[in-house]
Nanobody
């Protein structure tokens, strides 16, 4: 049974940091590209970052570029999203998603590219 479980969210002050984790099970992470998405209240879900299976390709949306780092630990079946200098506009539910791929250098932040999704973790940035 494929599962993705996000954790690491919470309440943080502006300027603070969080490390989100996406723990996977039921499949071999080595063969899956991973994307991070978020959905703010009243807004559509948006893709913010992704990482290819080879770890050689990453992508960041302009909204998080320079403040975030995506990484993966296949041995732990976990993908991380380190977020720094958090802003109130980062408040959202954060989701990770996975897709099997034979293209080791590619990843996408298009929702339709992904087959499996986690339930999300809430991030609230507020003083």
């Amino acid at each position: 049974q494929v599962q993705l479980v996000e954790s690491g969210g919470g309440l943080v002050q502006p300027g603070g940091s969080l490390r989100l984790s996406c723990a996977t099970s039921g499949f071999t992470l080595d063969y899956y590209a991973i994307g991070w998405f978020r959905q703010a209240p009243g807004k559509e879900r948006e893709g913010i970052s992704c990482i290819s299976t080879s770890d050689s390709s990453t992508y960041y949306d302009d909204s998080v570029k320079g403040r975030s780092t995506i990484s993966r630990d296949n041995a732990k079946s976990t993908v991380y999203l380190q977020m720094n200098s958090l802003k109130p506009e980062d408040t959202a539910v954060y989701y990770c998603a996975a897709v099997f791929t034979l293209r080791p250098t590619e990843c996408s932040v298009l929702e339709g590219s992904y087959d499996y999704w986690g339930q999300g973790t809430q991030v609230t940035v507020s003083s």
